[in-house]
């Protein structure tokens, strides 16, 4: 690895400052992130603290943010840590500022346009090289220093060993799989099956049942990957099983919690359309893709269910009985 590497991190928001503040406290990384809010720029920059998202924590000296995208002209390397939505209209905007040969990674878990991962709208819209990173990872922890995993999910092994070494010596482990579309997917899924464990737990908190339908989620997500092309080994890397269980049974999850209003009751069709979240969003694009693609409705019984909830009437009391009728095999 070069003496210094330059590191641009897209996004002040929760996981480009916690990833920020890792990667500036290794040596031999120069680490800025890019934000469009100038007020948390010039409070990281005068207070090393980011208090619109970390307000206790503060930042690594070496820090430093910036709203100037000629940033951007000397980053070896770019994470992209803004909400799935912005990322390719963001990526388009700004690609004549990325250094040549610059290595894009992306960390929104979303479609992108036209019912595709970001990665494979980037590799459209950009010459650079793209990559993915993945895993059950909340910022509040990885900030922390808390032992953190993610999958690079990457075309070749070089990619790969050129984020390891960035990561070596930080509390940040990584795993490897070429799979790029499994591991975009999974990352996907993870958020529409979490907000259903949701659903269950409010209704009933009971590990026996919680592990049931987690069961079953697994299974279905395994189903649905294998119909998007993705591979069976990419279930258990860290961006598999991992981040499943991560979002899908612990409160700090915003899609779980989505579930649990939604099993209390809480979810109405006068808030539904306030509450955007990667899952949400993403129930409809999957149903509407598996029923085009032809994949049995009965391979993705789980999500079609969670489809109807947030697209008509349904008696949500009725919801855990349904999941149980199922048959699974």
């Given at each position: 690895?070069?003496?210094?590497?330059?590191?641009?991190?897209?996004?002040?928001?929760?996981?480009?400052?916690?990833?920020?503040?890792?990667?500036?406290?290794?040596?031999?990384?120069?680490?800025?992130?890019?934000?469009?809010?100038?007020?948390?720029?010039?409070?990281?920059?005068?207070?090393?603290?980011?208090?619109?998202?970390?307000?206790?924590?503060?930042?690594?000296?070496?820090?430093?943010?910036?709203?100037?995208?000629?940033?951007?002209?000397?980053?070896?390397?770019?994470?992209?840590?803004?909400?799935?939505?912005?990322?390719?209209?963001?990526?388009?905007?700004?690609?004549?500022?990325?250094?040549?040969?610059?290595?894009?990674?992306?960390?929104?878990?979303?479609?992108?346009?036209?019912?595709?991962?970001?990665?494979?709208?980037?590799?459209?819209?950009?010459?650079?090289?793209v990559c993915t990173l993945k895993g059950p990872t909340f910022a509040r922890e990885m900030i922390?220093?808390?032992?953190?995993?993610?999958?690079?999910?990457?075309?070749?092994?070089?990619?790969?060993?050129?984020?390891?070494?960035?990561?070596?010596?930080t509390t940040i482990y990584t795993d490897f799989s070429t799979d790029i579309k499994g591991v975009?997917?999974?990352?996907?899924?993870?958020?529409?099956?979490?907000?259903?464990?949701?659903?269950?737990?409010?209704?009933?908190?009971?590990?026996?049942?919680?592990?049931?339908?987690?069961?079953?989620?697994?299974?279905?997500?395994?189903?649905?990957?294998?119909?998007?092309?993705?591979?069976?080994?990419?279930?258990?890397?860290?961006?598999?099983?991992?981040?499943?269980?991560?979002?899908?049974?612990?409160?700090?999850?915003?899609?779980?919690?989505?579930?649990?209003?939604?099993?209390?009751?809480?979810?109405?069709?006068?808030?539904?359309?306030?509450?955007?979240?990667?899952?949400?969003?993403?129930?409809?694009?999957?149903?509407?893709?598996?029923?085009?693609?032809?994949?049995?409705?009965k391979d993705y019984f789980l999500m079609n269910e969670l489809n109807k909830v947030f697209n008509?009437?349904?008696?949500?009391?009725?919801?855990?009985?349904?999941?149980?009728?199922?048959?699974?095999?």
């Amino acid at each position: 690895m070069p003496e210094s590497v330059h590191i641009c991190i897209a996004g002040a928001g929760t996981l480009g400052t916690a990833l920020g503040h890792i990667l500036a406290a290794k040596p031999g990384l120069d680490v800025t992130l890019l934000s469009i809010e100038e007020p948390v720029v010039n409070d990281i920059n005068t207070k090393q603290i980011n208090p619109a998202y970390f307000p206790m924590i503060r930042l690594a000296p070496g820090l430093k943010a910036t709203t100037d995208n000629s940033v951007l002209r000397k980053a070896d390397v770019v994470f992209v840590a803004i909400p799935s939505i912005a990322v390719v209209p963001y990526i388009t905007g700004i690609k004549e500022w990325l250094k040549p040969g610059a290595l894009l990674v992306n960390l929104a878990k979303g479609f992108g346009n036209d019912n595709k991962t970001i990665v494979e709208n980037l590799l459209e819209v950009t010459g650079s090289p793209v990559c993915t990173l993945k895993g059950p990872t909340f910022a509040r922890e990885m900030i922390n220093h808390i032992p953190t995993a993610m999958t690079v999910g990457a075309e070749n092994e070089m990619i790969y060993r050129q984020l390891n070494q960035i990561f070596s010596g930080t509390t940040i482990y990584t795993d490897f799989s070429t799979d790029i579309k499994g591991v975009e997917t999974l990352s996907i899924l993870k958020n529409i099956y979490a907000i259903l464990i949701g659903i269950v737990d409010a209704h009933f908190d009971s590990p026996n049942l919680r592990f049931l339908i987690f069961t079953k989620a697994f299974d279905e997500m395994r189903r649905v990957l294998l119909y998007y092309g993705g591979r069976d080994e990419t279930l258990f890397r860290y961006c598999g099983i991992g981040d499943f269980g991560l979002t899908a049974l612990n409160d700090l999850s915003r899609n779980r919690t989505l579930g649990l209003l939604i099993g209390k009751g809480y979810f109405t069709s006068g808030i539904s359309d306030k509450v955007v979240l990667e899952g949400k969003i993403s129930v409809n694009i999957f149903v509407s893709e598996l029923q085009r693609l032809g994949m049995p409705e009965k391979d993705y019984f789980l999500m079609n269910e969670l489809n109807k909830v947030f697209n008509g009437s349904y008696k949500i009391s009725l919801f855990v009985s349904r999941l149980l009728d199922h048959p699974y095999s």
